[in-house]
């Protein structure tokens, strides 16, 4: 326990002094460098942490929504749909039945309603989602899945459509007025050129999906792209005609909605890598958009066809996953707002320009860089993803967000109201809590808190010091007693305050903090206060110059007063440590470094430094004002110190050893060799146990080369890899099976030929059994479980490495497929090999033989066409696809996720290609639509991996 304090200085009783122990906001060294770790110090009672809940709503008077951990993509949905006056009117409109529509929990249309009345009536800065989750049928755990914002925009459509109709599906789309808001209708057309015989259907569409393509820089003409019509090369049967003909296939809108959403298609897969990738391309877009040359040819006169922009969904980060956030405009001010989850805030217009993509704007010297509202985020990853277009309609339609309260149903607007008197009854009972000072009053022997408003006065806090020392009824009176700074563990009574000009103050203007502790001091009725002695003590920590740590140089300084000021400091210091030049600085308990320069040197310790008896300042001798710091150094070496663990091949015992992380694994290793008694040149390094993943010196930091603190490492005999070498690992393939086998593995310089790797193979049991020829022997990159890259004689590992694919960051180690062939191998550099099969429609299969073409490295299709026609003896016109790892495992859907049209795709080295004949029709699943054009294929082929978004509602699920 605490020491006693020593009581007032009253007349008969004795002054003890407790034992002095070193404490104080600031941290000391001994606290410092125990187990080379900053330990944080809680002086902070947990009443004084901001709770986001109660936190201010943002100076926009608009509510944030909280993420419930990957939710981003639906709170930018929701904003966007809040902000849709015609959207909110819509959903306003439907009234709950208890009878009809199910529980309240489990009620879309309703969670929706309440949702939408928080974010217009509700106190809180901040709503929550769940509830709206909850009524999707959704578990904790769907929260962390992210999901696609227009699959989430058409299921959520339809599920509240279904609720609308009361469960009758027939009429959900058709008759629900949200259909009418959305939904536009697209013109899918066939037209053979020979006779210019026409096929035409009109199809209800949601979204526009328009591709991110090079040389494609703005919106106007990606939609013009769009409507290009697609030729197909005999691939369409014309009745009319009564043959196989060429036609041409597109699209056109022929009815459009009031409100028009399109999709830019960023996620795509890479064809040399055949990883998923986001495509970062610039693609500008208007804030106002005419349809007019986008629309079906017929009469046009009378149609409005001006659209402007309403609302931009963002995605920021990569293919693998990234965050969703919202710019929308306030059709009735015309503001602009970003809505970021919990974060709302306005915005001007021209930042919508930064979410284009593509690389930053330059500016010339001349021309002054405007400042942004929003940032881009790293890498220039982050852009637009979904564009809604509002119609610019002549409507006498209140379109202001908070004009939503006489639209509401009074049910909402009930239960809003409920919830916004529970809430600010809580939030003042929090805000109590929060502003309260629990400031700790020693008196006497004894030792009282006092619980006070932050914002109350120091007359006030007197007060109730006064009546919790029991001094009400004895002849003392309030002019009696005053409040000192106290540091119970070295006895120092710190500064008094000025009844004339500080009493009246806040007690935050004083700077009296929940860990502040105050002595109470008591006078006669009829004496006066002794002189105050405001003297305080500080702890110096300090290093001589050339020096690398404190060592134990450590004294106590005597600052002579509370009014004190750090130059004053800085005197004595000097006077103190001898030093002719030094530098100041103030650790924090996490071990942050602030040097206080001599522009401070005017302020208070107390009250601006925050510098208090028992604190520690950390001094050091400088050559010069330019010198490094070297105090922040220090700390900066103790907390890039790192604990490693390593275990010797042989021996049971794990022992460890401390290194600063931005040492290297040579380093590493000079530290080791001592330590576990063999010569550093003698032991290699693994990162496993299982010693297969060796560390290779190299100019890396151990942080770099993927250490941390507590790995665990294992050390083995033998000559440690230079960074000149590599491990290379082979394996037999077998063409024919598929089948790999394992032909070993060896350290390599990285300057070794193919040439010379296929004569050294030779000296392989495995290989010598199948071939004595080196020219027999084809080396391949591994690509997945096949064969990649061909590489060739005159490359050298190094050019191998450089080929791996940018997902492969591991240069330390390189996997070879080995194949033999009966005869030579007779692919040169000039070639690429591809392995081709026919598919076959009607029995929805691949055939059984993959075939080897060697091709011309820049091949057309044209020429791969007239290639497979040859050597398969085809007498007509040949298609071609290449079919995704994924799509291989599920042949019963490749007829409808197959890109047919590879005109626009890479010829990709050791790719697996499909052909067919254009004479074959493909058997499409029943109630498959031809509306989707052939080159939107890709873009559903990216999601098809991901977990299919569901949402359930009474009358099933969506």
């Known amino acids: 326990e605490m020491a006693a304090p020593p009581p007032p200085p009253m007349k008969g009783l004795p002054v003890i002094k407790p034992a002095r122990v070193a404490t104080g906001p600031t941290a000391s060294l001994s606290a410092l460098l125990k187990k080379n770790k900053i330990e944080a110090n809680d002086d902070t009672p947990a009443t004084s942490q901001r709770h986001v809940h109660f936190q201010e709503k943002s100076s926009t008077g608009k509510v944030g929504l909280a993420n419930q951990g990957a939710t981003c993509y639906l709170n930018s949905l929701v904003q966007t749909l809040f902000m849709t006056p015609e959207f909110r009117n819509c959903l306003y409109s439907w009234r709950y039945n208890k009878d009809v529509d199910g529980a309240e929990h489990s009620c879309i249309p309703l969670q929706l309603q309440l949702l939408f009345g928080r974010l217009a009536l509700g106190e809180t800065a901040i709503s929550s989602t769940h509830d709206l989750t909850t009524s999707f049928g959704w578990k904790e755990a769907d929260a962390f899945q992210q999901h696609d914002v227009l699959e989430l925009l058409s299921k959520l459509f339809e599920a509240i459509e279904l609720s609308f109709s009361r469960g009758c599906q027939d009429s959900a789309w058709v008759n629900s007025p949200i259909s009418s808001l959305y939904k536009g209708s697209l013109m899918d057309f066939l037209q053979c050129i020979p006779a210019k015989h026409t096929r035409v259907r009109h199809d209800p569409f949601l979204e526009i999906p328009i591709a991110i393509s090079e040389g494609i820089e703005d919106l106007e003409t990606a939609l013009q792209n769009w409507i290009v019509p697609e030729n197909l090369d005999g691939a369409w049967s014309c009745e009319d005609c009564g043959e196989r003909v060429d036609a041409i296939k597109g699209l056109k809108i022929s009815e459009a909605s009031k409100f028009l959403v399109i999709q830019l298609k960023r996620f795509t897969y890479d064809p040399k890598t055949w990883q998923r990738i986001k495509l970062n391309q610039k693609l500008s877009f208007p804030t106002n958009l005419d349809i007019r040359p ?61 979410m284009f993509g593509g690389s930053p704007p330059r500016h010339n010297n001349t021309t002054p860089t405007p400042t942004p509202t929003v940032s881009r985020g790293s890498f220039f990853s982050t852009n637009a993803y979904m564009l809604v277009y509002r119609r610019n309609d002549e409507e006498g339609e209140e379109t202001s967000v908070f004009g939503a309260k006489t639209e509401m149903p009074e049910y909402v607007s009930q239960k809003i109201q409920e919830e916004n008197q529970a809430f600010m009854k809580e939030k003042e009972e929090w805000i109590k809590r929060r502003d309260n000072l629990p400031l700790q009053v020693y008196f006497g022997k004894t030792s009282f808190v006092a619980h006070i408003d932050k914002n109350q006065n120091l007359s006030e806090l007197t007060r109730q ?494």
Not at 318 to 346: L, Q, R, T
């Open 294 to 354: 986008y629309l079906e040819e017929k009469d046009k006169s009378g149609i409005n066809t001006n659209y402007s922009l309403f609302s931009v969904l963002i995605h920021s980060g990569g293919a693998m996953g990234g965050h969703y956030y919202a710019m929308i405009k306030d059709v009735a001010s015309g503001k602009w707002y970003k809505f970021n989850d919990a974060s709302v805030m306005e915005i001007k217009e021209s930042d919508l320009e930064i």
């Open 465 to 958: 010091a006064f009546n919790l020392a029991g001094l009400i009824g004895s002849h003392y009176n309030i002019s009696c007693v005053r409040l000192r700074r106290y540091n119970p563990n070295t006895e120092a009574k710190g500064r008094v305050w000025n009844k004339e000009t500080e009493y009246d103050k806040s007690l935050s203007s004083l700077a009296i903090l929940p860990s502040t502790c105050l002595w109470l001091e008591l006078k006669e009725p009829n004496e006066d206060f002794p002189e105050v002695d405001d003297s305080f003590k500080l702890s110096l920590i300090y290093v001589n110059a050339g020096k690398e740590d404190f060592s134990e140089n450590q004294i106590e300084i005597f600052v002579p007063s509370s009014e004190a000021t750090l130059g004053d400091l800085r005197k004595l210091v000097k006077d103190a440590l001898k030093f002719e030049k030094l530098r100041l600085a103030k650790v924090s308990p996490e071990g942050h470094v602030t040097v206080l320069t001599e522009e401070d040197d005017s302020k208070n310790l107390i009250e601006d430094i925050q510098l208090v008896d028992g604190n520690s300042v950390h001094v050091e001798e400088v050559e010069s004002e330019n010198a490094p710091c070297l105090i922040r150094n220090i700390f900066d070496r103790m907390n890039n110190t790192i604990q490693i663990y390593y275990l010797v091949t042989g021996q049971d015992e794990e022992k460890s050893v401390t290194i600063d992380q931005r040492k290297s694994v040579s380093d590493l290793r000079n530290i080791l060799a001592p330590l576990v008694g063999i010569d550093a040149g003698d032991f290699k390094i693994f990162k496993n146990k299982f010693q297969n993943s060796e560390c290779v010196d190299s100019t890396k930091n151990l942080q770099q080369s993927g250490f941390f603190d507590g790995q665990k490492i294992s050390i083995g005999l033998g000559k440690p890899m230079q960074s000149s070498e590599i491990s290379v690992t082979y394996f037999l393939f077998e063409k024919a099976t598929g089948a790999v086998s394992s032909l070993g593995n060896e350290i390599l310089q990285k300057e070794e030929t193919i040439m010379g790797i296929r004569e050294r193979l030779l000296k392989n049991p495995q290989i010598a059994l199948l071939t004595q020829d080196p020219d027999c022997i084809r080396l391949s990159l591994q690509k997945g479980n096949r064969p990649g890259p061909t590489l060739f004689d005159s490359d050298d590992l190094n050019l191998v490495i450089s080929k791996k694919s940018l997902h492969d960051l591991n240069n330390e180690a390189l996997t070879i497929l080995v194949q033999v062939f009966p005869t030579k191998d007779l692919v040169t550099k000039e070639q690429i090999v591809i392995n081709v099969s026919q598919w076959h429609p009607q029995q929805q299969k691949i055939d059984d033989n993959i075939n080897e073409l060697l091709i011309p490295r820049n091949s057309s299709w044209d020429s791969v066409k007239e290639l497979i026609q040859t050597k398969f003896g085809v007498n007509e016109g040949v298609v071609i696809a290449r079919p995704l790892p994924y799509q291989l495992k599920n042949t019963h859907t490749l007829c409808t996720t197959l890109n047919w049209a590879t005109q626009n795709e890479a010829i990709v080295e050791e790719s697996l290609f499909l052909w067919k004949k254009c004479s074959e029709q493909e058997v499409l699943p029943a109630g498959e639509s031809p509306t989707t054009k052939i080159s939107d294929v890709q873009q559903q082929q990216t999601t098809a991996q991901e977990q299919t978004l569901k949402i359930y509602t009474i009358y099933g699920e969506i």
